[in-house]
């Protein structure tokens, strides 16, 4: 009798609903935050994740799944973003799309010992933002993967932060890293010894208890952080506090994947045990440029989905379609209450967008067209010091100013958009 190979799982017909319910519930989200999904090969050269995710990484150097045709070499996909990113690079989306922002849904291998959570073929729903530098998108992000937990009525998760700084700042982090070891290597694990020597912050990312106790004594904090790096962490915690997300500062957090720069985040849950990891993400801004592409700054994450099934209770809900509303903030202090009012809106259950890419009133309003928008909501040193939101309807050109009640009013009626309904169908997600 033939049997499934080790760290498989047939997902059978009474599990299949939860399945469904649980992508239907990611569409959802994703649309309201204006992403788009894509989708990409199961198979790719195997180059690709050797050159993203690091030569000396656990995937590219235990985990991946081989396979050779005459002289290439391919590998079943271990992870999304180098994908994406080679999708971006090769249908020259930069050029069709400008700030992309995408999400993914489907199934990643690892060739790895089997445990809960963790099998050979797993899946992921995970997202990609090429195009912007803007660390109110580093909070977006956050905010996106917190709104998904929830509507996945999964609760007592931890969000742990840090930021790795730029190229020199992880190269200053390694030299700590390295004076700080080198006295005591004899506290390490025989792969800490190893990573030392070939890849020293994978060191940080190790689970083993003595290395752990070792690492804690190294006090890193942010002391590697360059001026600029220290700067964009500073904001973007400051935006996670306006949007009221709890997190935690996480100095030795690293990520197994050697294409993060800057910020890096990862959502654990007590419930998973030692294996604790729902999902992580942060960004890489060079990844794209290391692949062939022009210099890009990039941004995303990824959750497991067999860890999200273990831990979630979710309600159904029925999917809505969903028109536009696009913010245009024209200052720093426009920026915040935008990103505000993007929050709580979205929260109604409005489809809302932001531009990111620090455009002109002119160019973010021809952007709002692009997306077909159907309302344009613009905050600027005017709207500020009258305490108002101009609102343009983009179908009949109209605009007007007003208060946050009269806009949410008036939103109501032009998108057509029931309070009552969108309780039932996006409270969900909100603790």
């Not at 290395?211 to 360059?226: R, S, V």
Request: proline content about 2%.
């Amino acid at each position: 009798m033939f049997k499934r190979i080790p760290g498989t799982k047939d997902i059978l017909p009474e599990e299949v609903s939860r399945w469904q319910q649980i992508e239907r519930i990611a569409h959802r989200i994703f649309t309201i935050y204006n992403y788009q999904e894509i989708r990409f090969p199961i198979l790719e050269e195997a180059s690709l994740f050797n050159r993203s995710l690091g030569n000396y990484s656990e995937v590219v150097q235990k985990q991946m799944f081989l396979t050779r045709s005459g002289k290439d070499i391919y590998a079943l996909r271990p992870e999304g973003t180098a994908s994406v990113a080679r999708a971006y690079i090769e249908n020259n989306l930069d050029k069709i799309k400008g700030l992309l922002k995408v999400y993914y849904i489907g199934p990643m291998f690892r060739l790895e010992r089997p445990q809960k959570g963790r099998l050979r073929q797993f899946h992921h729903i995970g997202c990609e933002v090429i195009g912007s530098q803007d660390s109110s998108l580093d909070a977006e992000i956050i905010s996106l993967a917190d709104a998904l937990l929830n509507s996945f009525s999964i609760n007592d998760y931890q969000i742990h932060l840090n930021s790795l700084g730029c190229k020199k700042d992880k190269h200053l982090l390694a030299q700590i890293i390295q004076n700080g070891l080198k006295d005591k290597l004899d506290r390490l694990c025989a792969d800490c010894k190893r990573r030392f020597k070939v890849n020293i912050l994978r060191i940080l990312d190790c689970k083993n208890k003595d290395c752990q106790e070792t690492i804690k004594q190294l006090e890193i904090q942010d002391k590697h952080l360059c001026l600029g790096c220290k700067t964009d962490f500073e904001e973007l915690k400051e935006n996670l506090r306006l949007l009221k997300i709890d997190y935690q500062i996480n100095p030795y957090l690293v990520r197994g994947l050697d294409y993060y720069t800057g910020m890096v985040f990862e959502i654990t849950h007590k419930r998973l045990g030692s294996q604790d990891a729902l999902g992580a993400g942060g960004r890489y801004d060079n990844l794209i440029e290391e692949l062939g592409g022009h210099s890009t700054p990039a941004v995303g994450f990824a959750f497991g989905v067999e860890r999200l099934l273990l831990v979630s209770n979710f309600i159904p809900y029925n999917l809505e379609s969903k028109k536009l509303i696009y913010i245009i903030t024209l200052d720093k202090e426009a920026k915040k209450l935008g990103l505000e009012l993007m929050n709580n809106l979205r929260k109604k259950g409005f489809c809302v967008d932001t531009d990111y890419e620090g455009k002109t009133l002119k160019g973010a309003m021809r952007k709002a067209n692009d997306l077909k928008a159907s309302f344009v909501i613009i905050i600027g040193e005017d709207e500020l010091k009258k305490g108002v939101f101009t609102l343009r309807d983009m179908l009949s050109g109209g605009q007007k100013q007003l208060n946050k009640e009269q806009l949410i009013q008036e939103l109501n009626l032009g998108i057509g958009l029931k309070q009552q309904s969108a309780k039932n169908a996006t409270y969900s997600y909100l603790r």
